[in-house]
């Protein structure tokens, strides 16, 4: 695992994903790197079609609607900009994730 200068917390890089996919599953980092690229394309893909993806145990990556709404551009503080209505990517971690971290 890496650590960011800036953030005291550190984190999983891809590439550190997909070391730690062939390592537990004993396949070449080749492989991890296709499966992984599969399971991310897969997950893209459903989404753009507005389906959920529920992993049981782990969660559910879903499409959440953002509303349109009054911001303020960070250049000008006293200036209104309008951002649009749009659609975002969302996790909700499972329960068996859930106790897993806690």
């Known amino acids: ?10 984190f999983m890089s891809k590439q550190d994903l997909i070391n730690a ?3 537990a599953s ?3 980092k080749r492989a991890a790197s296709d499966a ?3 399971l991310i394309g897969t ?4 989404l753009k079609k507005g389906r959920n993806v529920t992993v ?3 969660g559910t990556f879903r499409v959440s ?3 349109a709404r009054m911001g303020v551009n960070p250049r000008n503080p006293t200036q209104k900009i309008s951002i649009p209505a749009m659609k975002v ?3 909700k971690a499972g329960k068996s994730l859930k106790d897993a971290i806690r």
């Open 1 to 10: 695992m890496r650590s960011l200068p800036i953030s005291p917390i550190p």
């Open 21 to 23: 996919i062939a390592n």
């Open 26 to 28: 004993g396949i070449t």
């Open 36 to 38: 992984l690229e599969s």
């Open 43 to 46: 997950i893209t893909s459903e």
């Open 56 to 58: 049981t145990g782990f």
């Open 65 to 67: 609607h953002r509303a």
């Open 89 to 91: 990517p969302a996790f």
